[in-house]
Nanobody, 127 residues
Framework: QVQLVESGGGLVPAGGSLSLSCTVS????????MGWFRQAPGKEREFVSG????????AYLDSVKGRFTISRDNAKNTVYLQMNSLKPEDTAVYYC????????????????????WGQGTQVTVSS
């Protein structure tokens, strides 16, 4: 059974930084494309960033480009999201997702491209 466990959320002032982690168990980690999504109250879940199985391809939501960095350590079965220069509009529950279908090297930018989800971690940025 595949499990995704996120950690690293919290409360930070605007301009601050947080680093999210997501550890995957249950299958060879490199066989997953990984992604981060977020959902704010009253809004739909949106793609934030994704990375291919080998880490060679990445993608970002336009509003986080230059501020967020996604990376993965296949030896540790973990994907990371480093978030810098945080803004109040980044406040949301952040979800980690793993996709095992299709070309693993490709980044998926929609929820339908992922098969497994974590429970989410709250990120709150105060103004």
């Amino acid at each position: 059974q595949v499990q995704l466990v996120e950690s690293g959320g919290g409360l930070v002032p605007a301009g601050g930084s947080l680093s999210l982690s997501c550890t995957v168990s249950g299958r060879t980690f490199s066989s997953y494309a990984m992604g981060w999504f977020r959902q704010a109250p009253g809004k739909e879940r949106e793609f934030v960033s994704g990375i291919g199985g080998s880490g060679g391809s990445t993608a970002y939501l336009d509003s986080v480009k230059g501020r967020f960095t996604i990376s993965r350590d296949n030896a540790k079965n973990t994907v990371y999201l480093q978030m810098n220069s945080l803004k109040p509009e980044d406040t949301a529950v952040y979800y980690c997702a793993a996709g095992s279908r299709g070309r693993i090297s490709m980044v998926r930018t929609t929820p339908s491209g992922y098969d497994y989800w974590g429970q989410g971690t709250q990120v709150t940025v105060s103004s």
